[in-house]
């Protein structure tokens, strides 16, 4: 008998990921699963926080779909290497803070690390030509096999059909006319062979999972980079960042308002590092306070909180501030109108 061949699959948890697997395992090879935890992905944070995303399956949707395929999942914390992914990207941003074309070659060329380790023959991704303006084009789909050092060890079983036959498929290990031609932005070629698999259940099929390609979080990020003075993060600024309105009334410090229960349930795990301000005499959220702040500072913050709560009509709302080591003090102002809200706020 021939020996069975091992391939690691890039599982990012949508749906091509899933099918490209799902392709190859029907070709007899043995297939494990990698996912890169950088930080940036939507899936597992806001979902489980926010009110309106309560009917949202609450689940890790890489390990769901290495549960589906039936696979060994791997998940390797790549959170510092990626700096560099991010902050220096040889070939630059998409339309926001995202390093597509850097952060698929990275990811691919940590996988040819590990079948170079583990003893595995090839790598598959669920790439489809042009469906991503960066890094799955037809011009750059060379570049991510050259630079990660992938080269023909880099199997594409969605669109393979479109591409030079890689090795996996000159050796004989895959039949390469049972792989797929699928190319563009239209999904329904790979809903069409999902439904043909017996597969109903996957994450939203056109939907990316990098809070990186979202402009305002985007935005927040490069605010924060401003703000520091310096462009690096922590897992903490990753985290914040995707939670609450973010307010930068002057230069030297900015609010994290929570929207609802849920997020000011999660921001209270932060009131050791963080200031804050909660309104006492009327409903409202939790607020955190990132930066130094004066008196005069801590007024105008307390009467943009104020405007959030229920007593935003008052003439006074009472707040109570909280300082990092736990220093309590009363603050009472007059609610900010919603123009002049819109006026501090510069984040």
Wanted: net charge positive.
């Amino acid at each position: 008998m021939s020996e069975v061949k091992k391939a690691l699959a890039l599982i990012s948890g949508g749906l091509d990921s899933m099918l490209a697997v799902r392709v190859v395992q029907q070709q007899g090879i043995h297939v494990e699963g990698v996912n890169f935890f950088t930080g940036f992905c939507v899936e597992g944070h806001t979902h489980a926080i926010r009110k309106k995303d309560r009917a949202r399956p609450k689940r890790n949707n890489a390990l769901w779909v290495a549960e589906q395929l039936g696979i060994k999942l791997h998940i390797v914390d790549i959170v510092e290497e990626y700096k560099d992914v991010l902050l220096n990207p040889r070939y630059g941003y998409g339309q926001n803070l995202n390093p597509c074309l850097d952060c698929k070659i990275f990811m691919v060329g940590k996988a040819r690390e590990w079948i170079e380790q583990k003893g595995f023959d090839f790598i598959v991704t669920g790439e489809v030509v042009g469906q991503r303006p960066m890094s799955q084009r037809k011009d750059t789909m060379p570049v991510v096999a050259k630079h990660s050092g992938a080269d023909d060890l880099l199997l594409r079983p969605l669109c393979a059909r479109n591409l030079p036959p890689t090795l996996p498929e000159r050796e004989g290990w895959i039949d390469r006319g049972k792989l797929y031609d699928f190319s563009g932005r239209n999904r329904k070629p790979q809903m069409a062979l999902a439904a043909s698999f017996g597969i109903d259940d996957y994450a939203q099929p056109a939907g990316g999972c990098c809070f990186l390609t979202d402009a305002q979080y985007s935005a927040k990020l490069a605010d924060l980079w401003q703000a520091r003075g310096s462009r690096d993060y922590g897992m903490d600024d990753i985290m914040l960042l995707k939670v609450g309105r973010h307010i930068r009334p002057r230069p030297h410090f900015k609010l994290i308002v929570a929207r609802e229960e849920g997020e000011g349930n999660f921001l209270q795990g932060y009131k050791r590092q963080f200031a804050s301000l909660t309104t006492v005499s009327h409903g409202g959220p939790l607020t955190l306070i990132d930066g130094d702040t004066s008196d005069d500072d801590l007024k105008l913050a307390a009467g943009i909180v104020a405007r959030y709560s229920q007593g935003r009509q008052a003439d006074e709302v009472e707040l109570l501030h909280t300082d990092a080591r736990g220093r309590e003090r009363s603050v009472k102002v007059k609610p900010l109108s919603p123009i002049e809200v819109k006026q501090e706020w510069h984040a």
